[in-house]
């Protein structure tokens, strides 16, 4: 009995998915509501209230989804054995295709996220935690081959780096048609710069951020006077 009922449930849900994948693809995040998507469904808008807490939760459980698998494809192709540059735009890459299939909802999945409140259990935690995760093993990589050298913990590079994909995507997906290797090549420019400062190369050139540095300047200033 208790697992007929499961089995109704899961089913239940799988129609409110299929329903509001085809709505928002078709008409769009914004034009379409819990009403339409109990429609095309045969569910009652309320009903659909017991498995999401409302529309925008149900676009992350959908996101979710899809990002689980993107992700999984993008990890499984990690080779771990090109620089940090190339294997970071590698990873991105896959991303940035499925947000160029569908850049009118990809524009409103972005633009829902910005003020949601992560927390352990919502869609949108489980899919920046899956990004993080992902990013953080290519950080890992670069620093075991003397790639990174910078200070900081690989969690808060990891963020970092994550932060800088989601402005640049952002950015990206205001053209009508978003290029793919147009939007990676400014990622990758981005990402160029912050490599440069993790890598301790910046802080070679200038020597004033090191005291050894400042200590060279200062006799050299002294000898002058």
């Known amino acids: ?19 509001a994948r085809a709505l928002f693809l078709k008409r769009g995040y914004d034009r379409t509501t819990l ?15 017991r498995y999401v807490e409302d529309k925008r939760d149900l676009l992350y459980l959908l996101f979710n989804e899809d990002h689980a698998k993107v992700t999984e494809i993008a990890v499984r192709e990690m ?15 896959h991303y940035y295709r499925y947000f160029a299939a569908r ?17 352990p259990g919502n869609h949108a935690f489980e899919a920046s935690s899956r990004s993080l995760n992902r990013i953080k093993r290519t950080v890992e990589i670069a620093r075991a081959r003397g790639e990174i050298r910078h200070p900081a913990h690989d969690e808060e590079i990891s963020r970092l780096i994550f932060e800088l994909y989601q402005i640049e995507t952002r950015r990206w997906l205001l053209a009508t048609k978003p290029d793919i290797e147009t939007g990676l090549k400014s990622l990758r420019a981005s990402l160029a710069i912050i490599m440069e400062g993790l890598s301790g190369s910046s802080l070679k050139r200038s020597g004033s951020a090191s005291p050894s540095g400042r200590a060279r300047a200062t006799k050299k200033v002294r000898s002058s006077e």
């Open 1 to 19: 009995m208790i697992g007929r009922r499961e089995e109704k449930k899961s089913e239940r849900l799988m129609r409110i998915k299929e329903a």
């Open 35 to 49: 009403r339409n998507i109990g429609v095309r469904a045969g569910i009652p808008a309320v009903t659909i209230l």
């Open 79 to 93: 080779a771990e054995t090109g620089s940090f540059l190339d294997e970071s735009i590698a990873g991105f890459r």
């Open 103 to 119: 850049p009118e909802l990809a524009r409103c999945i972005l633009r829902e996220v910005t003020f949601i409140v992560r927390h």
